[in-house]
Every structure is written in structure tokens, then in C-alpha cells.
């Protein structure tokens, strides 16, 4: 849609001997006709800006392509400034005069024909017209705002009425607004329905993860509990026991929650471990059980004690 944007060149620098102005062609915030320009917005538009023709006064009546004699210069580049837009203006020799007349002053007032989107939407507690995006310029123009006639005063004419239609839409009743415009309230109808429905998918998706989160850990639970009921009944040392507890714990076994299938799986361990320890101890690579010399029957009593809490004496 058409953005018509009154503005006005703040900061103005001439170089007369370059033909060049520089200045704020552009500043965020709110306008007088309740057209709110965001600072992102203002900030992304350079390029739209860089190579744009520039114009002395509006178009004349009915016109639609513009004449060349209205030329005055070219934006040779725009940057954003802190929430503002700044330019570099350069101007035909041939309009020494309205150099002149920048400088003093006397001209500023700039008159942007862009294209764009716009939404209403609220600022400070007021409906305003809020721009989203700058897609386009057309022309950026020298005018007289106090000028009669011409596209200015149509430009104001236009936003007086859009504001008083901002006005209006702020002092709706909702259901003077279900009246008014049926279709719009069947579109806002079924925007909430698919909203209520995608949160009740992302919430049946977190319960449904919060169940099988419980459900790992019951299962967890459960296996450390057998584990350690059957470690500790296998009357192994103590070292050995936590060892073992440490490889229980780690058994891949599947399907997961099938405690008896798992009970096997550490009895299994349970029995593997006794039987290395029985072997080491047979072959004498099991230290401090009594054999020492003067001390023989007293070291068999003991070696009989430890082989019996192996389970194998």
C-alpha cells in the first residue's frame, strides 16, 4: 500500500561547492497524522532510499509521471543513525537556488512517496497505524507544507481521515465489530481455534514426555533396588559388592521393565564374579589369609572363613 510520509530534513549540512545536502530524511517514533514509524523499521530502510529521485514541490495535478524539469537531485546514500535515517542529497548545479534556500532555512519539509505494509496496532494507549516494512520509494520531494492545493493537502485530507478511522475502530464495541465486519470476526474465530489446538498438541506432547520421563525412572528405580537386594544376600566382600553394584547398574538389558528378565541378568553377574574370585584364590593371587609361617592352622581357619562368604568353601 501507499506510505505517504511528511518529514522533515533535520540536521541539514550544505556543501555548496559539492552540491551536496546531508541530513535526517526519516525519524522513528510517532507522526502528527498517528502513523507510528518503529525504529527497526527506519533502520532497514537505506537501501530503499540509495538512487531515489528527488523533486522541487508536488506533482501538478493529475500527473502520474513526473517532469523533468522538476528534477532537483538524487539520494546518493542513506544509513541509518540511532533510530533515524540519514542521507546524503546530491543537487543540480542548476538549482543553486534551492541549496540557497536550505541552507537558510527556509526549505525542509520533505514529502516521501514510498510503498509499504502498515497494521494498526496500539502505542501509548492509542490506535495508531504502525508501518512494518518500507519496500519502495518513489520520489522524495522539496514542498512547502503550508502550500495550497497539490498532493500535500491530499496527502493530509487522507491521513485526517485515516486517523479519524483509527479513532472510530479504538470506540467499537466488539460486537459492533462482529456486525461490522462478519468476516473479520470468522477469520479471528478460526485463528483462535487452530491456536487452542496447537496448544493442546504441545501440551498432550509434554505430558506424554513427562510420562515416559516417570516411567525411566520408575524403572530405575526398580532395578537398583534388585540389584542391590541381590548383591547384598551373594555374601561377597564388600569391595566386590560395590563393584558390582556399579556393573548392575550399567546391564543393558531389554526389554527394560522386565524385572525378571533384569534379576537374571545380575544373578548372572553376581555368579561370574564369584567364580573369578574362586579362581584367583585357588591359585594363590589372593593375599592376608593366614599362611604365613608359625601360624598354619590359624591361616587355614581363615582361608576356610573367606571361601564360605565366596560361596565356594
Not at 496527502?155 to 467499537?172: F, H, K, P, Q
Not at 473479520?184 to 485463528?191: F, G, I, V
Not at 501440551?203 to 506424554?208: F, H, N, Q, V
Amino acid at each position: 500500500m501507499n506510505i505517504p510520509i511528511l518529514s522533515k530534513l533535520q540536521e541539514a549540512r550544505v556543501d555548496r561547492e559539492g552540491c551536496l545536502v546531508e541530513g535526517i530524511i526519516l525519524a522513528s517514533g510517532l507522526s502528527e497524522n498517528g502513523t507510528y514509524y518503529p525504529p527497526e523499521v527506519v533502520e532497514r530502510c537505506g537501501g530503499v532510499f540509495a538512487g531515489v529521485q528527488c523533486y522541487a514541490d508536488h506533482p501538478r495535478g493529475g500527473e502520474s509521471e513526473r517532469s523533468v524539469r522538476d528534477v532537483v537531485g538524487v539520494i546518493e546514500d542513506a544509513w541509518p543513525d540511532d533510530g533515524r535515517l540519514r542521507a546524503t542529497i546530491r543537487l543540480s548545479r542548476a538549482h543553486d537556488w534551492l541549496l540557497t534556500m536550505i541552507g537558510e532555512g527556509l526549505v525542509g519539509d520533505l514529502s516521501i512517496n514510498a510503498l509499504g505494509r502498515t497494521r494498526v496496532s496500539r502505542r501509548d494507549g492509542r490506535v495508531v497505524r504502525e508501518v512494518i516494512e518500507i519496500a519502495k520509494a518513489h520520489s522524495v520531494d522539496f514542498v512547502a507544507r503550508a502550500a495550497a492545493g497539490g498532493r500535500v493537502e491530499r496527502i493530509l485530507r487522507e491521513s485526517a481521515g485515516y486517523a479519524e478511522g483509527l479513532r472510530l475502530i479504538e470506540r467499537m464495541s466488539m460486537r459492533e465489530l462482529a456486525e461490522a465486519r462478519p468476516d473479520l470476526t470468522e477469520m479471528l474465530r478460526a485463528q483462535l481455534a487452530e491456536e487452542l489446538a496447537t496448544e493442546s498438541r504441545d501440551g498432550d506432547g509434554e505430558i506424554r514426555r513427562l510420562e515416559e520421563e516417570l516411567d525411566r525412572r520408575r524403572v530405575a528405580l526398580q532395578r537398583e533396588t534388585r540389584a542391590r537386594r541381590l548383591i547384598e544376600a551373594s555374601g561377597l566382600p564388600s569391595s566386590t559388592k560395590e563393584y558390582l553394584m556399579s556393573e548392575a547398574l550399567a546391564l543393558a538389558v531389554a526389554p527394560e521393565d522386565d524385572v525378571e528378565v533384569y534379576e537374571s541378568a545380575v544373578a548372572s553377574l553376581i555368579e561370574r564374579h564369584r567364580a573369578y574370585l574362586a579362581k584367583v584364590s585357588s591359585l594363590g593371587l589372593v593375599r592376608g589369609m593366614g599362611s604365613g609361617k608359625g601360624d598354619v592352622d590359624h591361616g587355614s581357619v581363615e582361608r576356610r572363613r573367606t571361601l564360605r562368604l565366596m560361596g565356594i568353601g
